[in-house]
C-alpha cells in the first residue's frame, strides 16, 4: 500500500475533521501530494494539493476552510478541515505524483484508498 489515508467520519455542519495520508513505497518527499474528493453523483475532483517546497492549491470550494499540510520527513500530508458543509460530503482519496502545468493544477496517477466524509445539515 503506497497511500493509506485514514480520518474520515460524521460530522455536524459547521464542525472539522482532519484527513491524515501516510505515504510508503516508491513515493518520495519530492511527489506533489494531493486530496481530492467524489462526491455522490459528482465527477472526482482537485481540492488541494501541495509541493515539497510548500506550494499550495486549493479550489474555490474550499479555500479558506481546508488546510493541507505535509511533513516530509515523516512522509505525510494532512487536511484540515474547518467550517464544513453539507456539499463537502465525499469519498476523499489522498493522491501523489501530480504536476502543475500552464498555470493549472493537476493530481497525479498513485491514489490511496478513499475515506468517507459526511457532513449533516
Known amino acids: 500500500v503506497q497511500l493509506q489515508a485514514s480520518g474520515g467520519g460524521l460530522v455536524q455542519a459547521g464542525g472539522s475533521l482532519r484527513l491524515s495520508c501516510a505515504a510508503s513505497?516508491?513515493?518520495?518527499?519530492?511527489?506533489?501530494m494531493a486530496w481530492s474528493r467524489q462526491g455522490p453523483g459528482q465527477q472526482r475532483e482537485l481540492v488541494a494539493w501541495i509541493n515539497k517546497g510548500g506550494e499550495t492549491f486549493y479550489a474555490d470550494s474550499v479555500k479558506g476552510r481546508l488546510t493541507i499540510s505535509r511533513d516530509n520527513a515523516a512522509m505525510t500530508v494532512d487536511l484540515r478541515m474547518n467550517n464544513l458543509k453539507p456539499e463537502d460530503t465525499a469519498v476523499y482519496y489522498c493522491?501523489?505524483?501530480?504536476?502543475?502545468?500552464?498555470?493549472?493544477?493537476?493530481?497525479?496517477?498513485?491514489w490511496g484508498q478513499g475515506t468517507q466524509v459526511t457532513v449533516s445539515s
Open positions: 493522491n501523489a505524483g501530480g504536476y502543475k502545468t500552464g498555470g493549472h493544477y493537476y493530481a497525479g496517477p498513485i
Open positions: 513505497g516508491s513515493i518520495t518527499s519530492a511527489y506533489v
